[in-house]
């Protein structure tokens, strides 16, 4: 697969995202042992949660406890969604290890185009939101800053108001863009969000592509996709695909794919892409993560057992393709029918002991022992299989 | 989203892929009640199951009664996997309402790229599927054929054998391409199979451009897709956008996303394309599949509940996106947290009856008003709200 991607950076947002919708009543216990595993996996951008009301989301009651509690792990960039002064004021006792604003040096006007999803879920308007574009320019000129962002949440439809469409987006993103202009910021960076899961491949392309053919200048761009309609990973992909090797891109995503806010109208089922499978979706397009598929799944696992339910996504459950000796299945294992069953490439063959083997006589395979052998199972510049009289000829 | 894209069809395997991985015991009552409904969506091909040796696959032990109970819908082509004569004997019996050969008058070597998963999965070896190429041609000829199709199971790798590049993909279709052309046949048609759920989006469209770059006349193309890694939707998207307006695209999968069987290593874990998100997928793609699909997510949940279990599509469990003011979700509706509340798209308000509601005043907003009078949220070229002063102006 020859393309040519953007560089991706990745965020897991499982302690925010995902915890934020789960029982409140999860121990801080098992939220630091998770917390401490992903720290392990080789993850570069860890959300750890959020610093709230706990009134209404009485999950992050005790973020200052698994603040105190989680073992930071160097190298890692853990992040915190704070909504207003005093989470930011709460937020800044645990920085470091928490990094506070993580988009830098890269200001944008953040609004949401649905209005209802602004106000159930922040308690403001749309218009109180962009009130505040005119003091986040202001302060940007004062600190000299030379690059911004436009983007929109909630770029690609509302549960509350339907559909929008990309020319929408593309409007609205010319007024915040308009306004960098005029305080003489350049515009490098463009996001779109998505709490109520209306991301389609299709439409994330065709935003990306007119958002760098109207302003080729943006180079950095951001996509955050729920997946109540299972559209978030195929979108992950339209977004990788959309860009090029000149484009930064930034991904979020879950373990196992929970997530969801009690605002948006799915809750629980509203999740997020899978990080499992959104890594070794990219894994597969030499889109290098970083990540240790193998803790990463430790981590799915640890957290359907602190959930007691399995979860979405689906590496965690079949594991990666299996591409070398040691990780190839054996061809003579018997049948293999639960999930239980399944686990086997984590847990080994005795997952699977005892189940149905329907052959007379062992599986043998020229294949496969050329494979055993450090071959190439097809050789595809070479003579095997392709000898003459391997493949059939007709008779006639 | 003005892309021209293939004519797709749609077969639903539910019935074939789902059930033989499934209980053996769930009662023949259940499947036809399944089965008939399926007819009632608009889904233009249904699999009923196979016609296999009940001994290692006794999920279709009973497959003669299905037939002689359900209701056939007129209109929909049914159809049954038969892997040899005494099996296709058998589905004759059926036949009306059984179509048995739908390829029809395109007739194609089939043969397995791993020759391990043909020797678990049917007994025979790669060698021996190929040896019959030479009588399915000779059949072509004295039927007077004019197309004939290429192709490969398992196409994109193993779980035995590990990846196989497109380029050995291409190479084995060539032989193929070769002794049609030597049989003065014309090749019109490729397909791709994926029993072991190697696909992958960008496999899939380096292996269909590849394909038409090489073959220009051949128009008509398949995926069969499996998801063990979640890649199955991603693949579909990537086949419909590689395809152009003058071709034809045949995809399969399965309501919930259940299936698998017990040869490949990942059994019920295996799964396929989710039918209801490939369908609502498509819609938002303009490409009409016939489904309704609030019968389809009926035909869901009665699968869900038939198995105890809920499986892994999420249109079935967040509901379409609501696009008109009839599916819209309430603004003032309280915390939305749970998957039974989340059915409120289909069961209404009394689902999350009851739930917080953090608002002091009910939630109200411009943008909602305009809906509920039919005008769009956001008139694109229209002045709502575009006007002068809605935005904000900095002070500086």
């Known amino acids: 697969m020859p393309q040519q991607y953007p560089k991706v950076t990745y965020k897991e947002e499982g302690m925010r995202e995902g915890m934020q919708i789960e029982d409140a009543n999860i121990s801080i216990d098992d939220k630091v042992t998770l917390l401490d595993a992903l720290g392990e996996t080789g993850l570069d951008h860890i959300v750890v949660g959020s610093f709230v009301s706990p009134r209404y989301t009485p999950q992050m009651a005790r973020i200052d406890e698994l603040m105190q509690k989680f ?33 830098g040096n890269r200001p944008g006007l953040s609004m949401h185009m649905c209005d209802v999803f602004a106000r159930r879920n922040t308690n403001r308007s749309q218009m109180q939101e962009m009130e505040r574009w005119p003091q986040v320019i202001a302060t940007a000129q004062e600190r000299g800053i030379k690059e911004a962002s436009i983007g929109a949440n909630a770029s690609m439809g509302s549960n509350f ?23 003489g910021i350049e515009v490098t960076a463009a996001s779109v969000g998505d709490p109520m899961s209306w991301c389609h491949p299709a439409k994330v392309e065709e935003i990306f592509y007119r958002v760098k053919e109207k302003w080729p200048e943006i180079t950095h761009f951001s996509g955050h996709f729920h997946n109540a309609r299972g559209m978030a990973i195929p979108s992950m992909y339209a977004a990788i695909t959309s860009l090029g090797p000149d484009d930064e891109l930034a991904l979020d995503g879950t ?62 459950k079949a594991g990666p393709r299996p591409k070398t000796i040691d990780k190839l299945y ?26 149905v083997s329907p052959w007379r006589e062992p599986i043998k395979s020229p294949y496969r022992e050329r494979v055993e052998k450090g071959l190439p199972a097809y050789e ?17």
């Open 71 to 103: 073992k930071p792990k160097e190298g890692v960039t853990y992040t915190a969604l704070a909504l207003n002064e005093q989470g930011v004021e709460r937020a800044k006792q645990y920085s470091p290890p928490l990094t506070l604003d993580r988009r």
């Open 161 to 183: 108001l339907g559909d929008f469409s990309a020319d929408v987006y593309i409007k609205l993103l010319e007024k915040q863009h308009e306004l960098w202009n005029d305080a």
């Open 255 to 316: 373990i196992g794919g929970f997530g969801g806010c009690p605002y948006c109208g799915n809750g629980r089922v509203t999740g997020m892409a899978p990080t499992e499978d959104a890594v070794h979706m990219m894994d597969d397009m030499g889109i290098d993560t970083g990540v240790d598929l193998d803790k990463l799944i430790d981590c799915v696992w640890m957290l359907e057992e602190i959930l007691g339910r399995s979860l979405y996504g689906h590496v965690s």
């Open 330 to 355: 054996d061809m003579n294992a018997p049948f293999i029918e639960t999930p239980e069953q399944a686990k086997h490439f984590k847990t080994g063959s005795k997952a699977y002991e005892g189940g």
């Open 380 to 396: 595809v510049d070479g003579d095997w299989p392709w000898s003459e009289g391997f493949f059939p000829k007709p008779s006639n």
